[in-house]
């Protein structure tokens, strides 16, 4: 028996088949990843047919082995790989790298679900600790994480390096204790049980009435409608028919509250997928899906993929959210995956959101997809009272970072025992450092932007390639004493609020805080526990948590979104607002909400104010006619990139001129221009944006484009459909 293998040629990833012997201790399928010889490497391949003979005239080779053993993609993903192909212009090796999930171990490892967490505490006097950082400076782990114990006192383990654990453990400097990690949410199983109020029955029953079509509804719902005992009943409906479910949500932390809810009610038919899990749960999942025995999903985006047979729903809650939209090759959206396999399963695609993507809406309002809606909170609930306070006369008072207002409001909220949650959108402690006597600002040297300084760990940070450096006690340039910490991050905020509010319980969620796994979930669940009076965090905190004791939101800073040169920036801001805005007075008690903006009166943050999401459309909408931007045109963008800066100018000239003499269909060529991320990682990136209406030309036209490209090894093209943002 002889296998065609897809493989990928060369840097280039150009997809070739080539045929292969299939050995006898092998036991090949269709869709199988494998490792097979090509020159004199073992590379990597798909088997996408097997056959009986061959008759080409060069010498056969065999399959060496199989990867991931046991897994493989379906003849559903094989043909999606071909779509992902064909709308992201990527190659099919990609696609299909894409779908099987990476870092698959063959042997189960046990799956930490334990009900305790491990915590790292001080073993040692707080001066021997600062006297060993002070002598180890070059050891920069474990210098961040002493520093975080000495002034948290308790940390969690897996947020930490564990070489630096085991050397600091061996010393005995710290110690590790165990804590529980979960209490019981008895809401969840309440929530399953509750009858549903008349909106949602009406949802329900239309969604349910065409259970078994394909068709795409847009659930409208704000926020506090209750949109996820919808999801939860028709989940049970599909299951019921013995079909399956799959739903998606934008980010890990709200997986975390998601499916908590979903293991309530469904328990072991769940399984839980996104980038958090390790390699050993990852296993357990997948294999529990290839075994059949799981009838619902809930993930982020790569979660689209998970070969489950027979589907009955594809829910994507949060459906404006940009996480949905991969940034790297393939460039793919998960809302286009989903349609599709809503086709090829004949199942309805629910869209879901307070604060729907304008392009979503537009389709609702045109009836390319069903509208739903939900205009009132669940209960006795109202949306809460927002209040917009002008930043420049606080300025001149002294207040940079909290108004009055809000101060006030902090006060009163803490002397309630009532919860607060802070947005501000940065992290790190401070955005730049740059010395008042000669200039000096600390940058990238990869990608020429100001690093971020992160107190904790006393270092200077790159937030897009990760490039890290000690800070030093003087300006390196010109050894003066004045080096000056500027633009608030979290990490600055936390102290500003500590030092205010002594006896406050204070617990920052960012990229920081959560990067080791179960930390998201352990900090939502022990806020949701009222083991915390203030939340403070980076849009993470914005999106679909539920946490009935909150009365006071406060945006730190609401123009930090506004003020991005990006089309999208004013849909961004009024959803981020009007979502983090919805975090409060979800229950009985009233809702206050502080926007802190220095330009109060921006018609987007007054319909924040006035949750009134269909003016903000309809205000966007005309700005986006009148400009020619999506949902009236379709984008888009193309990456010209090299290490040498002349080559990249140069070759964006000719990309731009080619596009120019082969787009005949009114399309509008803009640019080139310096990219957003000039400089990234060494490289220099300029930029095209291309408005269109018809996608079959344009992308003929993008193909060969492409190809031109394939074989200059020193500027490479990044093509971009439908980007999140150019
Ligand atoms: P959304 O996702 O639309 O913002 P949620 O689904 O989180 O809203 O629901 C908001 C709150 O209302 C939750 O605390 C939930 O428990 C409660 N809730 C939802 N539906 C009902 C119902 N039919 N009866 C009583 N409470 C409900
Ligand atoms: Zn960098």
């Known amino acids: 028996m002889f296998a065609s293998v897809l493989i990928s040629y060369e840097v280039k990833s150009l997809d070739k088949t080539f045929t292969y012997k299939i050995p006898s201790n092998l036991s090949i399928k269709i869709g199988m990843k494998v490792k097979v010889p090509f020159g004199n490497k073992l590379i990597n391949g798909f088997v996408i047919d097997i056959v009986n003979s061959y008759d080409g005239n060069y010498e056969i080779k065999a399959i060496k082995e199989v990867v ?14 071909e779509y992902i192909k064909s709308k992201t212009l990527c190659s099919l090796m990609t696609a299909y790298e894409t779908m099987l999930p990476k870092g698959l171990k063959t042997k189960s490892i046990k799956s930490d679900y334990s009900t305790y967490d491990k915590y790292l505490v001080l073993n040692k006097e707080d001066n021997i600790l600062k006297e060993y950082i002070s002598n180890n400076q070059r050891y920069l782990n474990q210098v961040i994480l002493l520093t975080d114990l000495l002034n948290n006192k308790k940390v969690l383990k897996n947020k930490y390096h564990i070489s630096s654990i085991n050397t600091l453990l061996k010393k005995e400097l710290i110690k590790e204790v165990l804590e529980q990690k979960y209490r019981i949410n008895k809401e969840a199983k309440e929530l399953c049980m509750m009858k549903m109020t008349e909106e949602q029955a009406m949802v329900f ?25 919808v999801y939860i009943n028709l989940i049970k409906e599909v299951i019921k028919n013995n079909k399956r479910a799959i739903m998606l949500v934008p980010e890990i932390s709200l997986t975390a509250q998601t499916s908590q809810i979903f293991y309530d009610y469904f328990g072991n038919d769940v399984a839980v997928f996104h980038s958090g899990l390790s390699a050993g749960e990852k296993y357990d999942e997948y294999t529990k899906i290839l075994r059949d025995e799981i009838k619902v999903v809930i993930g982020t985006r790569s979660a689209i993929f998970t070969p ?29 995956m989903a349609l599709w396999r809503s086709k090829y399963h004949n199942c309805p695609l629910v869209l879901g959101s307070a604060t729907p993507s304008l392009e979503s809406m537009a389709r609702g309002i045109k009836g390319n997809y069903c509208l739903l809606k939900m205009t009132k909170r669940v209960g006795i609930a109202t949306y809460p009272e927002v209040m917009i306070v002008d930043m420049a006369p606080e300025l001149k008072k002294g207040n940079s970072i909290f108004s009055e207002l809000l101060l006030k409001k902090i006060e009163e909220k803490l002397d309630k025992k009532e919860q607060i949650i802070l947005l501000l959108n940065r992290r790190g402690y401070s955005t730049f450092v740059t010395c008042q006597n000669c200039g000096y600002t600390y940058k990238c040297p990869h990608c020429e932007i100001s690093l971020t300084y992160h107190k904790s760990s006393n270092s200077l940070r790159c937030h897009y390639c990760g490039f890290t450096v000690l800070k030093d006690d003087k300006c390196p340039s010109c050894k003066e004493d004045a080096l000056n910490y500027l633009g608030l991050g979290t990490e600055k905020l936390e102290l500003e609020l500590k030092s205010r509010f002594k006896t406050a319980r204070i617990v920052r969620m960012d990229a920081d805080t959560t990067s080791n796994k179960g930390s998201h979930e352990k900090i939502i669940n022990d806020f949701k526990f009222l083991d915390y009076d203030i939340l403070l965090g980076t849009q993470m905190i914005s999106k679909g948590l539920d946490f009935p004791n909150v009365s006071l939101v406060g945006v730190i800073n609401a123009d930090t979104t506004l003020n ?12 981020l607002l009007n979502q983090v805005s919805g975090r409060a007075g979800r229950s009985n008690i009233k809702g206050e909400v502080i926007l802190q903006t220095f330009n109060p009166d921006n018609f987007t943050l007054e319909c924040v104010k006035e949750n009134d999401y269909l003016k903000y459309f309809n205000y966007e909408m005309n700005i986006r006619k009148e400009l020619k931007y999506p949902p009236y045109v379709y984008l888009a963008g193309i990456k010209i990139v090299s290490k040498d ?50 996608e079959d030309k344009l ?26 943002r150019i």
């Open 68 to 81: 991931n053993e046991g897994f493989y993609l379906n003849k559903e993903l094989l043909e999606l790989g």
């Open 564 to 575: 991005i040169p990006d089309y999208k920036s004013n849909e961004n801001t009024f959803s």
């Open 699 to 724: 992308l003929e036209v993008l193909r060969s484009l492409e190809e031109l490209y394939l074989v200059n090894k020193k500027v490479y093209l990044e093509i971009d459909l439908n980007p999140g």
């Open 645 to 694: 800066y002349d080559m990249a100018s140069k070759e964006a000239s000719k990309v731009a001129n080619y596009l120019r003499s082969n787009l005949k269909n009114n399309e509008i060529v803009l640019g080139p221009t310096t990219a957003t991320m000039f400089k990234n990682g060494d490289n220099y990136r300029f930029q095209i944006t291309i408005k269109y209406k018809e």
């Open 205 to 229: 029953d239309r969604v349910n009435e065409d259970l078994n079509k394909s068709g795409t509804f847009l659930l409208y719902g704000i926020t506090g409608s209750g949109k996820t005992l």
């Open 308 to 336: 489950l047979k027979d589907l009955g729903i594809i829910i994507i809650d949060e459906e404006h959210s940009d996480t949905y939209k991969q940034d790297n090759n393939p460039r793919y959206h998960a809302r286009d």
